[in-house]
Each structure stands twice: as C-alpha cells, then as structure tokens.
C-alpha cells in the first residue's frame, strides 16, 4: 500500500502509527505541500494528505483510511463491533470536530508558523484557541481516569486523539492540570508503531 505522506501532519501520524501498529507495510510518498503535484490533485481533489492507495482503491481522509485498515485486521480489534464501535466513532469524530482544532490552531501559531514560515503569529488567536482546548481536555480528563484506552482496548480513537497532541510541546499545552490524559499519551507514545511513526519530527 502507498501512503502519500508529510511527516508533520499530524492527520498523517495517526495513519502512520495504525499502519505500523497493524504491522502493514506502507510504501511513504513524502509530498510538498507548497506545491501540489498533478498526481496528488488526481488522487485527492482536496490536494491533501493523507492519501492511501491499495491497488486500484484510493482513500482520503485520516480517520477513514484507519477505519479502512483496522478492518483489514478484525482480530486486533481496533475497530470492534457495535455498540464500541459506535464510541470510537464519538471520540473520533469528538476530535476531529472539537479537540483537534482547538489545539492544532495553538499548535499553528505558536510552532507551525514559525518553524514553516506560514505567516506572523498571532498569539491572541494561540490563547483563544488554548482556553478552547483546556475545556474539551476537561471533557478527556474523566473518561481516560478509569480506562486505559479512550474506549477501553486500544482502538482507532486513541490513534485520533493522539495525533492532536503531538505538537503540544512546542504549542506550550501543559497537561499538568489532566492526570489521566498525561498517563494515557504517555502510554500512548511509549508504542513501538507510534514511535517509529513519530520518529521524523523533532518537536521538543
Ligand atoms: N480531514 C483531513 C485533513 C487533511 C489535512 O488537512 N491535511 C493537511 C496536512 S495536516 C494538508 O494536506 N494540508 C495541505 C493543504 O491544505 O493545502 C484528514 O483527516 O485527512
């Protein structure tokens, strides 16, 4: 399978880390995002990455081509059946729609602007913005204290959620105030395949 890939993004390290954790062997086609090349346009009229390509199938959007590759492997159980299906799509969804932004747009002002050159940051936006996701890392915070993992095994909603905080550092999210949270990306990233998919970024 080929992954049309950028190592930043964080919408392509959850792919990275649910093909890895899966044991699928990807073949990574790094993209510039700068300039979208005819190919990636053909793949994605979206122009963006991730883009999966198995065979003839092509697939765009993150958390599809992960639900599309846990299916690949039903014993893992990192899509399982209703009714747990069901909550790793609420956590899924629940990030994309209201985590995620909320700390990519931090993550965007205060690292991404400057270390990319995309543009003056805006620190009034950043500090929004992290109020924003103080509230929803408040809504995390009690579901992860009793559990392990977001919907108790390791599922594609942990590889959702987790992708949201790998700029955190450099964003100046502190976790201090979210016990459960912190041990849980701790468990998170303690993961072989979310080591290896994590390996090219040097973010402190
Ligand atoms: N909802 C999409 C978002 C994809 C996305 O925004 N990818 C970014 C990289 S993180 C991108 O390709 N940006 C290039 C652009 O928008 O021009 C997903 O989850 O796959």
Redesign the pocket.
Known sequence: MKLYN?DF????VRVRAVAFELGIDLEIVDVD?RS?SPELLALNP?????VLVDGDFVL????A?NAYLARLHPERGMYPQAPRQALVDQWSLWQ?VHLGPAMQKVALERFFKARFGMGTPDEAAAAASHQEALRFLAVLEPRLASRPWVVEELSIADFALGSTFTFRKPAGIALDQFPAVTAWIDRLEALPSWQRATAALSVT
């Not at 979206?46 to 991730?50: E, Q, R, S």
């Not at 765009?60 to 958390?63: G, L, Y």
């Open positions: 950028s993004s964080p919408n392509c995002l979208k979206n122009g963006k990455v991730p765009w959007e993150s958390r081509i994309a």
